[in-house]
């Protein structure tokens, strides 16, 4: 079940890796038709379209990966009203998933449970556009991202979770007033961050077959009415990322051992970063997306 993954398309530049079972997902969602894409070899996808239903004209494009112990996803969406009363905008979705069986053997040959020690890095920048000047009778700006990276690991699972949501709405009395909010969870329990190296801990059993899965999901929303413009990305290519076992203990000492996976990968150390050439096609991505956008809007 070894696989090497080479990205074509402008991008051979990128370093082949051995890959587990892998997933790669977009989707975009709004007005029209909307767009999808979808490699479950875990190759590099990108979907973007654009729609104008009621002149409020909407912009999308998404990116996922899933190779080895990297999962990356880029997201963007533009919506631009166009004093319009009713609202419109886009959603998109991304998942990426890496699926992997694994066997730990102590070198020793010690035999039941023990404690294996990993960690895991998560990584995102966020950009974010919202403004409702007025005067349209319904005028409102709104946008909201999602990024949620988990590892699931001899069916215990362990989560890193970032959440953001901003609105603005004009009122004749009092002008644009804004709210939103923006929160990290790890866990299920709320924290200042989840970014950056993250350890956990999980029990499993000496030559004993385990399964491991890693997932990352991105969601952007962004929606206008009246004479709001709505804009919201996220750039998480560089994003989640395996950064190796730690340790495996049994009773608080280090154990010396092996591990046996059914892909090839080393889980054991950390992933290598992922290349430039991922980064920059989701550059390249974004930029062509508002290059097509302003010209639409230059032609309305």
Same mark, same amino acid.
């Given at each position: 079940?070894?696989?090497?993954?080479?990205?074509?398309?402008?991008?051979?530049?990128?370093?082949?890796?051995?890959?587990?079972?892998?997933?790669?997902?977009?989707?975009?969602?709004?007005?029209?038709?909307?767009?999808?894409? $979808?490699?479950?070899?875990?190759?590099?996808?990108?979907?973007?379209?654009?729609?104008?239903?009621?002149?409020?004209?909407?912009?999308? &494009?998404?990116?996922?990966?899933?190779?080895?112990?990297?999962?990356?996803?880029?997201?963007?969406?533009?919506?631009?009203?166009?004093?319009?009363?009713?609202?419109?905008?886009?959603?998109?979705?991304?998942?990426?998933?890496?699926?992997?069986?694994?066997?730990?053997?102590?070198?020793?040959?010690?035999?039941?449970?023990?404690?294996?020690?990993?960690?895991?890095?998560?990584?995102?920048?966020?950009? $974010?556009?919202?403004?409702?000047?007025?005067?349209?009778?319904?005028?409102?700006?709104?946008?909201?991202?999602?990024?949620?990276?988990?590892?699931?690991?001899?069916?215990?699972?362990?989560?890193?979770?970032?959440?953001?949501?901003?609105?603005?709405?004009?009122?004749?009395?009092?002008?644009?007033?804004?709210?939103?909010? &923006?929160?990290?969870?790890?866990?299920?329990?709320?924290?200042?961050?989840?970014?950056?190296?993250?350890?956990?801990?999980?029990?499993?059993?000496?030559?004993?077959?385990?399964?491991?899965?890693?997932?990352?999901?991105?969601?952007?929303?962004?929606?206008?009415?009246?004479?709001?413009?709505?804009?919201?990305?996220?750039?998480?290519?560089?994003?989640?990322?395996?950064?190796?076992?730690?340790?495996?203990?049994?009773?608080?000492?280090?154990?010396?051992? &092996?591990?046996?996976?059914?892909?090839?990968?080393?889980?054991?150390?950390?992933?290598?970063?992922?290349?430039?050439?991922?980064?920059?096609? $989701?550059?390249?991505?974004?930029?062509?997306?508002?290059?097509?956008?302003?010209?639409?809007?230059?032609?309305?």
């Amino acid at each position: 079940m070894l696989r090497i993954l080479i990205f074509t398309a402008g991008l051979s530049a990128a370093a082949s890796l051995a890959n587990a079972a892998a997933l790669s997902d977009v989707l975009i969602s709004g007005p029209g038709p909307g767009c999808k894409a $979808s490699d479950r070899t875990g190759a590099l996808v990108t979907a973007s379209c654009t729609a104008t239903a009621d002149r409020v004209t909407t912009t999308g &494009s998404a990116t996922a990966v899933a190779a080895g112990g990297h999962l990356g996803t880029a997201v963007f969406v533009d919506t631009q009203a166009h004093s319009a009363d009713g609202p419109g905008g886009y959603t998109a979705l991304t998942y990426a998933q890496t699926v992997d069986r694994l066997r730990i053997d102590a070198s020793n040959g010690e035999q039941g449970q023990a404690l294996l020690t990993f960690a895991v890095s998560l990584a995102v920048q966020r950009t $974010s556009i919202t403004n409702a000047p007025g005067p349209s009778a319904v005028t409102f700006a709104g946008t909201g991202s999602d990024l949620r990276a988990d590892v699931t690991i001899a069916g215990e699972n362990h989560s890193l979770w970032l959440t953001e949501t901003y609105r603005v709405d004009y009122r004749p009395e009092t002008g644009p007033i804004g709210d939103g909010s &923006s929160v990290a969870y790890i866990d299920d329990v709320a924290v200042p961050s989840a970014l950056g190296p993250r350890t956990f801990a999980v029990p499993f059993t000496f030559g004993q077959e385990f399964d491991l899965q890693l997932e990352l999901r991105g969601y952007v929303f962004a929606g206008a009415a009246g004479d709001g413009h709505a804009t919201m990305n996220i750039e998480a290519m560089n994003s989640f990322d395996w950064k190796g076992i730690q340790s495996v203990t049994v009773g608080g000492r280090d154990v010396a051992f &092996s591990l046996t996976s059914e892909s090839g990968v080393d889980w054991i150390s950390p992933v290598p970063e992922p290349t430039s050439a991922w980064l920059l096609a $989701s550059g390249l991505a974004a930029c062509a997306a508002l290059v097509c956008m302003r010209q639409r809007r230059d032609k309305l």
